[in-house]
Every structure is written in structure tokens, then in C-alpha cells.
T-cell receptor
Framework: AQKITQTQPGMFVQEKEAVTLDCTYD???????LFWYKQPSSGEMIFLIY??????QNATEGRYSLNFQKARKSANLVISASQLGDSAMYFC??????????????FGKGTKLTVNP | DAGVIQSPRHEVTEMGQEVTLRCKPI?????LFWYRQTMMRGLELLIY????????DSGMPEDRFSAKMPNASFSTLKIQPSEPRDSAVYFC???????????FGDGTRLSIL
């Protein structure tokens, strides 16, 4: 079974609108971390936001927020007020176990977001 | 602060040649990771180090691949002999101790002809 599932291969959004990118995960650990990375067409991987399994509040970083629903094992990325520069691949990733244990990040297949003017 | 630095950015070589990819992590980061990205398999972890010691190399595809970290500021990933199926983008990433994200380099685009 896949550890990280991103069901949307591609998404389109109008500039200035909000968009939600889906991510579901599979783990039996109580302690884990969830990450979102952005990969523009230039190829680099840019860290966006992190959510720990014990964090009670949803993580936010500027226009990015993470809609964390632990019981449903989902960690959706919400981008508010989309900009043309947000067009990129977006990857959800998970680290299982407590910090100091395994450092392995498992990535989803990604969602390609296109922001239309 | 400088980010993770990888070299070369692009490498094209013929099958059977030795390939060496290089990485300089962010100063002060204790962990270093090597990833490979392909269309078929996505982004997958090959190996990671903690304080220069290899911790998990279960993702290294076969004996043709080897990685070293002789000191805290330098790591290499070698492929010998290279094969066309090794063509991919190879990323190096580093991070500090707990509760910090991994920071990626710009990657090396490797093409084996």
C-alpha cells in the first residue's frame, strides 16, 4: 500500500483564488510528520510547510496552510490567493516515527498545479 | 546562508563510465540525504547519513551505487559502471537536528547514453 497518496495528477485554479491539494497518508505510528514541497519547472525542491502529528493547530506559513484531519489521515495543502508563480508540482511527504528515529521521507507522486491568469 | 550545493548540475556520459555526484550540505546540518527522481518511480530516498555515518542505505539500488561522507561538509554519490536506467535527477538534501525540514539542493540531471 502506498504511504502517501495524492489523487490529483493535475489541478487548475484562477489567479487570486484559493486551491486545495489533497494528500492522504497511511501509517500505524502515533508520531509522524507531514511535509509539503514545491517543485517549479526549474527543478529545485522548495520546503513549504510542516505539520507534526501531535500539533493541535493546523500549520500556516503565509499563504500556505495545512488542513490536518488526523482521524481521516489527510493533510491537504491550501494555497490562498493563488499567484502565477505558484504554478508547479507539489509533493506531500511523510516521516514516520519520532524525531531521532528513522529520518526517511516518503513522497507522494505529486500534483501539478497550473494557475491561470 | 548558502543552501545545499550540488555539482555538476548536468552530466551526460556514456554507459559503463564512472559517475561522481557531489554535495555540500548546509553548514551545521547533521543529516545528509541522497534522493533520486524519475518519472516512473517518483522521488525516492537512496541513503542518508547522520554525523557523517551512513544510517540507512536500503534504497541504494545495487552494488554499482556507493555513497561516502568523508567529513561534515562533503558527500559523494558514485555510480560505477553507469547504465542508461540510472538516468534521473539526483538530489542531495540536508537538515539540522529534530523538528526541522530537509533542505534540497538544485539537483544533478544525469543522462547515461
Amino acid at each position: 500500500a502506498q504511504k502517501i497518496t495524492q489523487t490529483q495528477p493535475g489541478m487548475f485554479v484562477q489567479e487570486k483564488e484559493a486551491v486545495t491539494l489533497d494528500c492522504t497518508y497511511d501509517t500505524s505510528d502515533q508520531s509522524y510528520g507531514l511535509f509539503w514541497y514545491k517543485q517549479p519547472s526549474s527543478g529545485e525542491m522548495i520546503f513549504l510547510i510542516y505539520q507534526g502529528s501531535y500539533d493541535e493547530q493546523n500549520a500556516t506559513e503565509g499563504r500556505y496552510s495545512l488542513n490536518f484531519q488526523k482521524a481521516r489521515k489527510s493533510a491537504n495543502l491550501v494555497i490562498s490567493a493563488s499567484q502565477l508563480g505558484d504554478s508547479a508540482m507539489y509533493f506531500c511527504a511523510m516521516r514516520e516515527g519520532r524525531w531521532g528515529g528513522s529520518e526517511k521521507l516518503v513522497f507522494g507522486k505529486g500534483t501539478k498545479l497550473t494557475v491561470n491568469p | 546562508d548558502a543552501g545545499v550545493i550540488q555539482s555538476p548540475r548536468h552530466e551526460v556520459t556514456e554507459m559503463g563510465q564512472e559517475v561522481t555526484l557531489r554535495c555540500k550540505p548546509i553548514s551545521g546540518h547533521d543529516y545528509l540525504f541522497w534522493y533520486r527522481q524519475t518519472m516512473m518511480r517518483g522521488l525516492e530516498l537512496l541513503i542518508y547519513f547522520n554525523n557523517n555515518v551512513p544510517i540507512d542505505d536500503s534504497g541504494m539500488p545495487e552494488d554499482r551505487f556507493s555513497a561516502k561522507m568523508p567529513n561534515a561538509s562533503f558527500s559523494t554519490l558514485k555510480i560505477q559502471p553507469s547504465e542508461p536506467r540510472d538516468s534521473a535527477v539526483y538530489f542531495c538534501a540536508s537538515r539540522q537536528f529534530s523538528n526541522q525540514p530537509q533542505h534540497f539542493g538544485d539537483g544533478t540531471r544525469l543522462s547515461i547514453l
